[in-house]
């Protein structure tokens, strides 16, 4: 399972463009990089999975470079409602998750 | 998107009895159910892989006498905690593979808080 390394936490303004990077050194060929959102007391909850290049949803963008070793994540205009934890996961298919740390984000007014 | 429900929600017990806790995969069958465990302000903890029909894989560390699991349909898997003591008091998420799913995408329960006195 690719270790990953994120930062432990940020802070950002309303309005504000928001990327969260993570390291994945040791990602394989079948490993699809997927990131979850977490508010406390609830489940994490999907917000985009990639495998290379970009990649576009509703609430966010997830860019992959060629050498797959990381990813940004892209929130765009965040709101205070975005403030929870983001996870960075690298995983195959079937494989078990194991979380990081995560990254805690914190949007100010 | 697929739904993976948890009961119950929140509960409390006295320390020495038993609990047990549902997933369930609401419009989809999962052959493959997850068992988490959270403390506050950290990150959650793979506690066990449950397999429908089979015994499940424990973690390193993670008591399998004390955290029975059970996955006797696909939608279906149960987590009980035998015996428990305030330490055990935590947040326990349950998470489900779409079977035969492209990408494995995982979907997670709403958690249970268990607070042992």
């Known amino acids: 399972l690719a270790k990953t390394t994120q930062p432990i936490s940020m802070d950002s303004y309303e309005g504000q463009e928001v990327n969260i990077t993570c390291s994945h050194n040791n990602i394989a060929t079948n490993d699809y990089i997927t990131w979850y959102q977490q508010f406390p007391s609830q489940g994490p909850r999907f917000i985009i999975q990639?495998?290379?290049t970009k990649v576009t949803n509703e609430v966010a963008s997830l860019f992959i470079p060629a050498d797959r070793k990381s990813s940004t994540l892209s929130l765009p205009r965040v709101s205070l409602s975005d403030t929870a934890v983001y996870y960075c996961?690298?995983?195959?298919?079937?494989?078990?998750?194991?979380f990081g740390k995560g990254t805690r984000l914190h949007i100010l007014p | 998107g697929a739904v993976v429900s948890q009961h119950p929600s929140w509960v409390i017990c006295k320390s020495g009895t038993s609990v047990k806790i549902e997933c369930r995969s609401l419009?989809?069958?999962?052959?493959?159910m997850f068992w988490y465990r959270q403390f506050p302000k950290q990150s959650l903890m793979l506690m066990a892989t449950s397999n429908e029909g089979s015994k499940a894989t424990y973690e390193q560390g993670v008591e399998k006498d004390k955290f029975l699991i059970n996955h006797a349909s696909l939608t279906l898997s149960t987590l009980t905690v035998t015996s428990a003591h305030p330490e055990d008091s935590s947040f326990y998420i349950c998470s489900a593979s779409l079977a035969g799913g492209q990408t494995g995408e995982l979907f997670f329960g709403e958690g249970s808080r268990l607070t042992v006195l």
């Open positions: 419009d989809f069958q999962a052959t493959t």
């Open positions: 990639g495998y290379k």
């Open positions: 996961l690298v995983r195959r298919r079937d494989d078990k998750i194991i």
